[in-house]
């Protein structure tokens, strides 16, 4: 005999089906946003921003970066910046459905009123996401190919542009963001940006970043933020690194 429960979701199943979507699209996405979808074209350009799954587990990254940070910094933090910047650009849809790089790139087309919460929502969502993407399980090592040929040819070596790295990101006052990127001139540089701004709307291009905001560390590492950057060496993703140096 079925439950009030299940005969709500063979409902619910059957209309989706009805739809077109299926049970994938049903599990995907929150009922309400499939609901809204009914009698609309299927390829809707997005109505807000989403967090997009971190890929891999909270703890995938300990010893180095424990899964209690990772846990509050996606789940929380990061999940504050995109709600707030939904919040902050409510009823700008032509906004809301552009990608966020394309915002950052482009603050000054930004209304100047919502140039702000973009900046620092819009930047703490986009920097966030480049931030998890940067690192991975048994991660470390050394650069290759040509990633290493040309962080050694502006650097000198890969030990010295980590040495520089490290610095640049501890050194940051205040809260912000250590950045490898490729400059106007298609160099690499080292750079840090306070609070959440990112190097797109300097028209650098991102490559690789640490997050040292005490949000990233406080909890395992208290003050020490040259120990957490030592350590997040651990778990640099450099086949990521290597794909944004060869995309751009
Ligand atoms: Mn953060």
Known sequence: MNTPDMNERVTRRNLLRNLGLGVAAFTARPLNRVMAAAGEPLHQPPTEFTLPPLPYADNALEPHLDARTMEIHYGKHHQAYVNSLNAALKGHANLLSKPIEQLLKNLNDVPEKLRTPVRNFGGGHYNHVFYWNCMKANGGGEPAGDLAKAIKKKFGSVIAFKQLFSATATRHF???????????????????????????????????????WEHAYYLHYQNRRSDFVAAWWNVVNWDAVAAEFGRQ
């Open 174 to 212: 205040g809260s912000g963001w250590g950045w490898l990127v490729k400059n106007r001139k298609g160099d690499l540089a080292v750079v840090s940006t306070p609070n959440q701004d990112c190097p797109l709307s300097h028209g650098q291009i991102p490559l690789l970043t640490v997050d040292v």
